[in-house]
């Protein structure tokens, strides 16, 4: 059954490092979310796109935190340089992207991120 | 900005019990709220989405209502089993951009056999 995909699935790292985190979303979903879950904050959205253009990213901060969509299949997350309070569960998600707001979202399995 | 609270944050009973888990929202115009289930190390998944004109929805044992005047929000799951153990979020979609939602911070869920 259709379902959306990250890589990896965990990651642990060093301060400073960059990372890459990729979302295949459900083939034929035009828009795509990425979130963050921490203890602390819960979940957090920090960018979304509909038909591969960034719709709202103001929730990601900019200066070390990027976000694209390369194609249709493939949306990216990349944080250079990372730090220790970048460690959460990121998780991506899609949607039919129909505009009678019935959607509902459909999340992968997340990757879980450590940065020591 | 719209804040999502959930209550309570956590919910421990035996099986067999009826329960009622809560959500409210601070701003009353919302397009839809859905009721997420989380397992441990798991993503989110969708259980139930109520649109602002409905009052309520329900799947199964799962029955979930929707008060937009008064901000509020309750899931029902009737006949508790173990299996239901997991954190469940409610969310709610302002509508202003499409696809936004904002989340509450869940209830962690544990139904003991």
């Known amino acids: 059954d259709a379902r959306v995909t990250q890589t990896p699935r965990h990651k642990v790292t060093e301060m400073g490092q960059e990372v890459t985190m990729r979302c295949q979303p459900i083939l034929g979903h035009n828009t795509v979310f990425w979130y963050r879950q921490t203890m602390m904050q819960g979940l957090e959205l920090l960018a979304y796109?509909?038909?591969?253009?960034?719709?709202?990213d103001s929730g990601m901060p900019k200066d070390r935190f990027s976000a694209e969509m390369p194609d249709a299949t493939l949306a990216t997350l990349k944080i250079q340089p990372s730090e220790p309070r970048d460690s959460a569960v990121y998780f991506c998600a899609s949607g039919p992207g129909t505009s009678n707001y019935q959607e509902t979202q459909y999340f992968g399995p997340g990757t879980r991120l450590l940065v020591l | 900005k719209q804040e999502v609270t959930q209550i309570p944050a956590a919910l421990s009973v035996p099986e067999g019990e009826n329960l009622v888990l809560n959500c409210s929202f601070t701003?009353?115009?919302?397009?839809?709220l859905q009721w997420f289930r989380q397992d441990p190390g798991k993503g989110l998944t969708s259980l139930l989405l109520?649109?602002?004109?409905?009052r309520e929805q329900t799947s199964g044992r799962l029955n979930a209502s929707l008060d937009k005047s008064s901000g509020r929000s309750t899931l029902y799951i009737a006949a508790s089993q173990p299996g239901d153990s997991a954190t469940y979020l409610c969310?709610?979609?302002?509508?202003?951009?499409?696809?936004?939602?904002?989340f509450g911070r869940g209830t962690q869920l544990t139904v003991w056999p």
């Open positions: 969310a709610v979609h302002r509508g202003s951009t499409l696809g936004r939602l904002y």
């Open positions: 109520i649109q602002s004109s409905q």
């Open positions: 796109f509909r038909n591969r253009a960034p719709l709202d």
């Open positions: 701003d009353s115009a919302i397009y839809n």
